[in-house]
């Protein structure tokens, strides 16, 4: 299972939130790319990065913080990146600039056709991200909540050749409290593509948990609040992670 380490950027600093409020956010770093840096040293495979302000715009704001972070990595480590990706020509441009992944979120609920022509336009490069609550869909950077059941849609979207399902209990980011193994691994359970859990993965014991499931489908889980903090020790988590022969997903 790959530990990945979360940049959240917000007015070009590496925040993190607490439930997706904005109002709430903790800065840990006015230099994104260093943080970027940071993590690539310390062992990382991937980067997570979400354009916050993005998120909440409908449209991408931190866009040179995300360059600034390509140019400091160069290829040495793939990106997977979310918030405010609403149209075809912002996948492009992310993708030309040298992301490796897009994460489609609310644009997928709200117009799950873009999500079927972004999937038919860039095979292998589009990843859904569905953040939930009790199994609802929220959209809208967590601020509304449908009535959609998440393993409905990500099974819709996996017929559409969505690379990976990030789901997120939204109860749960940033609050350190635990990850949601019960509701990923029924997620993953229903699907054929697999998963990488965010959201309250906060300490060792849940990179454990998730290590033992990851045979269900489990393929990464992403971490903020926790590293940064230091309530889970990123080094220690990658060399519990290695420990575990990785799956065929």
Same mark, same amino acid.
């Given at each position: ?13 590496? =925040? $993190? ?18 943080? /970027?840096?940071?993590?690539? *040293?310390?062992? /990382?495979?991937?980067?997570?990065? =979400? ?16 360059? *600034? ?14 918030? %405010? ?11 030309? *600039? ?7 979120? @609310? ?12 999937? &038919? ?18 959209? &809208? ?10 393993? &409905?849609?990500?099974? $819709? ?6 690379? /990976? =399902?990030?789901? @997120? &209990?939204? %109860? ?12 990923? =691994? ?16 906060? $300490? ?16 990464? /889980?992403? @971490? ?26």
């Amino acid at each position: 299972m790959i530990v990945i380490p979360a940049i959240d950027l917000k007015d070009g600093h590496c =925040v $993190r939130l607490k439930q997706g409020e904005m109002e709430g956010a903790t800065l840990f770093s006015e230099d994104p790319a260093a943080m /970027a840096r940071k993590w690539k *040293d310390l062992g /990382a495979e991937r980067l997570h990065l =979400v354009d916050l302000n993005g998120a909440f715009a409908g449209k991408p704001v931190n866009e040179p913080a995300i360059r *600034d972070i390509i140019r400091e990595l160069g290829d040495e480590l793939p990106i997977q990146l979310g918030g %405010g990706i609403r149209s075809l020509e912002v996948i492009e441009r992310y993708l030309d *600039d040298g992301v490796t992944w897009v994460i489609i979120g @609310t644009a997928a609920v709200k117009n799950p056709g873009f999500l079927h022509e972004a999937c &038919d336009a860039f095979p292998g490069h589009i990843m859904v991200g569905l953040d939930a609550r009790d199994g609802k869909v929220a959209v &809208d950077g967590w601020s509304k909540m449908t009535g959609h059941d998440v393993i &409905d849609l990500a099974q $819709r979207y996996e017929g559409y050749g969505v690379e /990976a =399902v990030i789901y @997120t &209990d939204i %109860g749960r980011d940033g609050m350190l409290t635990g990850v949601n193994i019960e509701a990923t =691994v029924k997620l993953a359970r229903a699907l054929h593509i697999p998963v990488i859990a965010s959201g309250g993965v906060s $300490r060792l014991e849940d990179i454990q948990k998730l290590c033992d499931v990851q045979d269900e489908g489990i393929m990464g /889980a992403i @971490t903020g609040r926790a590293v940064y903090e230091g309530q889970l020790d990123f080094k220690a988590a990658l060399e519990l992670a290695a420990r575990y022969p990785r799956p065929p997903i």
